[in-house]
């Protein structure tokens, strides 16, 4: 073969190849304009998809105590699941580390075994499940540490660990006054406090434009939100989580010794209307006690004797009776038609004062007055009542009061023992809180104030909006009825139905009530038996309102029922803690101390600190040749004496004896790490005085009280 | 202008024409491209992609540079060399290599921390020295045991070792050493049973991969031929993102930088960086990038039709066509005409081993250029000669190489 053609017949296949070259080149242009052409607009369609909005939820406002402490915070909690058909999860990987994996999510959880938790894992990937569940609710902390474990620290992508974040709802004090602070429900009105304001605490959502990048990533595509989120707004509520405490427990307490269905209690500031504490307590099939309603504010009874005030001030308001006025009460029992009243004192009390009427809760005593003067002018009876607003709502920003029922003459249902039935708190229908509110105008020398629970929102610290007392009625009647009113409950503590609420301290002022329950379902009797409402509602200090109260008790089945006994123990005791930790309402110190309990101890600390308290105290203090900034304190008869205790940054000092403040700031100034264990003041220190030390060493400080 | 630059750029003016051209379009496009890398990597400094690509790109030209001052001939000899360096280096890369994507398919040189693709390198190894045996067996080219027979077994060492790894290389240089074989002049009726047997063996492989685990490469090729195979819809994303962009594009392009769908694609930087040079330059500049590859091809015609011996004819050939049908598919995956490969743009994709090889490919193709036409125009018309032509040709021992004149 010549060389000549070798060559042709490479340039002629070589010219063969650069054809096909050509012809797939061609290919490649008209499938160019194919799909620019012929698919132009499913392509531009299908542009869009990968660009949304995602939404940026702001962070829900606190809502706290009147002291800052928080009573309702969103904390993040996170899904935990797992991509086990990730591409970087070999088998290799997976095969080596499923055990350890497997045996830490068992110990960090503690709700499966290793083994089942394997299994799952390994079916989970036989499955090829892409989003497999491991563990709900798991908190921050625990999902730094589910960040370490094996596989999972490889990462999002190549560890397959999959964090779902959502915040959760926590009430720090669990139970406490929990219905009042309230949650939010997905169907149905909104709870309480988080209800009422939700619209401060939810805060503005925020809108970031994102466009899906390739590798799965959300990359925004403009610098920064489209819309800022703004985060919600705290609530500073008025209520005073200490004083909540005692009412929780002492209502707890008295419900579970009368095994009673539920009760309530509210506690309010006079001036105010400050909400200080509310307890509401459901008793459950159990027999627990638990905030599941808000019957304070929702739930409307006859009110039973505590209306008797109400009652006997428009009498005294109308100038028909005055306190000294006298009644016969006859023998208890008194007939209207064909309806019988009785007094719960068999045998009655004769004849008595209007004082003492209301103060032994005589239904024969107070019935008679009102039929005597206002038969035939029902309508003004039934307008003074009305002129002290007892007829109207309370407005409260949570959801759910029951507007208060007191019917008028011209009513259908007014009925010819209507006057003598109202007279005695039947026929008329008022929630806790309404009572209280009037007793606390009572107290608030005829002010009504509507209650508040709310008194700020605030940004930051920063005030946003402030709530100021609210008057609903300014004066609900003249002063001199007023006297009256407290002249009368003031009796009823002193001489009459609660005198087991006399102390010396200082004096309660309020009414009994032992009603019986109309309940729409059982009428008059539960369980076959009458059911009654203990209440008991007041002020104190008598002589100076700082503070009104009431308690009810509802269907109490054990046999006391009186007011005073069920409902009169839970307004004492917080009515003692209230008292006890309200400096203001001590104006002279109650007993003069001996000389001899003049000196207290003292921890040891600093020098001029110590000298500034002591001085405050008019302690008298004996410093007398102390030249050491720190200082030992040593009680003597009538003085404590200063020792010098010297402190050099050589050797580690002696703190014993010195509060945890004063042993920390000494020993870490000094470059030691502190370790404190119990409290009171130093006792034990791991390292002796005067032994040397390194920059960085440990000392532990065991503290006695 | 013309003349200095001819003098320190020797060989075939019109490839270097086309080096520069793609080198602009390279750093354009790259720049443009790793937005979304810059992003994710280095915190959004975008600088860094395009200083190191040019630094590549530099480079790159550098050794064109270098290698096309080297004679071709030396080739000769060092393609055996090569090519017996390339067969433990694949099979170290194959067991011990750095995985990506679940293919083992670089190691890092020791020392450096610079890692590289070890099938570029025996991909041209294996071209030389295919093109060597080819051009020392003309004479007895018909017979199946001189040229055929040690071609095939080397062919079927390297591209066996490419393969678990990396499918779509090794099939490539299979596809090349067979054009190169069939220009070659060995005979079609060896190279048809070749195809015949290598197409029963795929369809072996294929059925034994299917009923495999879902697992590592294995599971990477049924889903891109799955969804190759499919109707596109579903989990096809990148041709998706890929054709979106070149719908984008338009006739004129959205022009340079406002590519939209380089935040979508994956690897907008190499696998699809042919969907940007559309997005951005429309389908006049896909087309341009295209001819400029088409013009190399023809380029290399003019030089095979120069050459006096059939050692740099083939060796041009190879290389060529390698870079070429490597475009190519690149190119067809872009617009969706073959499925997902891995296959980079060359000179054009960012990725360092790439542009190297496929500069000294480059080199080796100018080199040759320089040789075979011993008469460039001088400015008066009258024909000269090269002078450096003789000095190498004489230093090399070509005696293995027939010539074709």
Redesign the interface.
Known sequence: MS??K??T???A???I??LA??V??L???G???Y??VI??DK??D??TV?QKDIIIEPSRGDICATDGRILATSVPQYEIRMDLKS?AI??DVFNKHIDSLSYRLSKLFQDKTPQQYKRKLVSARYR?DRYHLIKRSVDYIQLKELKTFPIFRRGKYKGGLIINQENRRIQPFVNLASRTIGYLKDIGTDVGIEGAYDYDLSGEKGVRLV?????N?W?PVNDGNEVEPRNGYDIITTLDINVQDVAHHALQTQLEKHQASHGTAVLMEVETGDVKAIVNLTRDSQGQYSEQYNYAIGERTEPGSTFKLPVLMVALEDGFIDLNDSIDTENGVVRYHDYEVKDSHKGGYGKITVQRIFEVSSNVGVSKIITQFYTKKEDRFIKGLYNMSLNKSLNVPIKGERKPYIKFPSDTLWSGISLPQIAYGYEVEQTPLQILTFYNAVANNGEMLQPRFVKAIVDHGQVVKRFSPKVINPTICSRATIDKAKKMLEGVVLNGTAQNLKNSNYQIAGKTGTAQIANQKYGYKYQSRTSYQATFVGYFPADNPKYSCIVVVNAPTSGVYYGNLVAGQVFKVIADKVYSTSLDLHTAPLVTYDAELKVPYSRNGHKNELEKVLDDLHIPFENLGINSDWVATEKRDSTIRFNNRYVNDKTIPSVKGMGAKDAIFLLENLGLHVVIKGRGSVGEQSLSPGTKYRHGDRIVLELRS | MKQKFVKYFKGDTAIWLIIFLLAIFSMLTVYSATGTLAYKKMGGNTSYFLFRHMAFLLFGIGITFIVHNISYKIYYSLSQLLLYISIPLLAWTLFKGVSLNEAARWITLPGTGLSFQTSDFAKFALIMYVARLLSSNQENIQDPKVAFKPILIWVLIVCGLILPANFSTAAMLFAICLVLMFIGRIRVLHLAGLVGVGVVAIAIFVAIAWNMPNQGRVATWKVRIENYLGDGSGDNYQTNQSKIAIVNGGLFGKGPGNSTQRNFLPHPYSDFIYSIIIEEYGLLGGLFVLLLYLFLMYRVGAIVRKSQRTFPAFLVIGLAFSLVFQALINMGVAVNVFPVTGQTLPFVSMGGTSIIFTSGALGIILSVSRTVQPKTESPDGEAIIDETEDQYADNINLDDDIEML
Not at chain 1, 211 to 215: E, F, L, N, V
């Open positions: 060389e000549n070798t060559r017949e490479i340039v296949k070589l010219s190849i650069y070259v050509v797939f080149a290919v490649v242009v499938k160019i304009v799909i620019q698919e132009h392509w531009m299908a542009n990968s591409d070999t088998d090829g466009q899906k990048i390739a590798g990533y990359m």
